[in-house]
């Protein structure tokens, strides 16, 4: 580590790691409910509530982690401001506490979730972002604060560089593009309409910003692959990401009420969005192949399969339901949800723990370190997720085809015909489970133990 100030990085990792592991917990409770619904104190409304927030948070929190790790090495200067960096963390850590236990007493206590000043007290609805506006405000705060950090870092620096120039703007994009969703309108359909531009321009235009950014600089740290070469692609990736991503919003507006054209817009250009992705994972490939100094094995090894799950998850398993003609079969089904589980593993999962794995030696000063927990997590979790969303794709062709071809009810076709899918979620799930496990110990861990012969 060159900067003393970069160590601040390791407070945001640890707290994501934190979340990480309470996100899976939550998950498999979720999976339990699907066979038993009567199982825990919480319902499962609080529960997925509970699993999709830490999930968005902790990433985000990996994200703000790995940044305060890049600036001052591209940079080449300590941060603007230490003391107001951790301010800025903990101010994250108790808003995140107070939501969440927010959440939690709202679930033992539905009543509690009052309207106050015109908003709800303890969850405002809409999926992924439930914050209630209070906490919306906090956030806004907190994220402002982090990114005046930075910036003031890049603005007294000796140089500007197009990573840290690119992560910023994926990171200013991210704040300005949380405030849509806190409208309110009277129409569902415009609520709606809003909502997409927080949820859909966050993971497929914001966050893949900051991914390409991240990529490069990792493929720059772990094999020293040369900056214009990493910057070039990155360039590129991210105008493509931006040119199909922002239209392709379109492919969640088929059905809510929108104009039709829609289903052309959204239609065509999201099936683009694959195309970058592909770029990315074939920038990682070819620079592995051909820059061979490794310094950090482990950390090239989550990068590059970050991407290659970047582009399974995000681009296969979104591109099969993205046509108007599919998605009005699948909408809403566990084909969603499969590809939900696998594009965020493989896009920003995968992205953090790599970050942390090329990151967290040098913030602790060591060379050498033992891998080989770090190679079981991976191999329990991938392993785990792939079998995890191949049974929901096929819960969900089994749901498509009896529910909507069929028309059956949701009930009965849940209850009967998908019970061994769910049954085998949560089995698939436990090995998930010890995997995190695994790479939240070696977090820990890392660096303190005795390297192996
Ligand atoms: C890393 C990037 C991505 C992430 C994290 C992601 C995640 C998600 C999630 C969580 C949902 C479910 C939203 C809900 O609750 O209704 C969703 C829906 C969807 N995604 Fe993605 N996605 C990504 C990229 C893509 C791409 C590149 C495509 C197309 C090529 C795509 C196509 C779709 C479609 C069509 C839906 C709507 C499914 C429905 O109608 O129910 N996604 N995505
Ligand atoms: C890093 C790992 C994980 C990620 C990124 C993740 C992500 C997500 C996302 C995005 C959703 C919302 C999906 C949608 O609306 O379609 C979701 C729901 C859910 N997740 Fe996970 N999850 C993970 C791990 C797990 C594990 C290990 C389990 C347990 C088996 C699990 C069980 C569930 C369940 C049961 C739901 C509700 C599905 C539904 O509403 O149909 N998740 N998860
Ligand atoms: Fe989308």
Sequence with gaps: MKYQSQKIAQNFYTFAALLFLVQVVVGIIAAIQFIYPDFFILNFNTIRTLHINALVVWL???????????????SQRELWSIPLAKFQFWATVI????????????GIDPQANKTVLGTLLLNEGREYIEAPRWADLLIVVSVLLFLFVNFMTMLKSKKWTGIQGTLLAGLTMLAIFYLPGMFYTKSMVKDQFWWWWVVHLWVEGCWEIIAGALLAFMLMKTIN????????????????????????TGHHYYWIGTPAYWQWVGGIFSSLEPIPLLIMTWDAFRNTREYRTVSNKIGVFYAVAHALFNFLGAGLWGVIHTLPQVNKWTHGTQITTAHGHLAFYGAYVLLVISMIYVTLPLIRGVSEFNTSRGYRSFWWMTISMIFIVLTITGAGMVQTYMERLLGLDYVA??????????????????????????FVVDFFKLGKEPVEA
Excluded at 100 to 106: K, T
Excluded at 413 to 438: D, E, H, Q, S, T
Aim: charged share 10%; no cysteine; aromatic share 20%.
């Design 60 to 74: 985000l929190v990996g994200m703000m982690g790995a940044t305060y790790f890049v600036v001052p090495e591209e």
């Design 95 to 106: 808003a995140v506490t107070a939501v969440v236990l927010g959440y939690i007493w709202m």
């Design 225 to 248: 692959a040369p900056r214009h070469v990493v910057e070039r692609w990155m360039y590129v990736e991210v105008a493509l990401v931006l040119f199909t991503g922002i239209l392709g």
């Design 413 to 438: 076709v849940k209850a009967n015909y998908n019970l061994w899918f769910w049954i085998l979620r949560a089995v698939f799930g436990v090995g998930f489970l010890y995997g995190v496990w695994l």
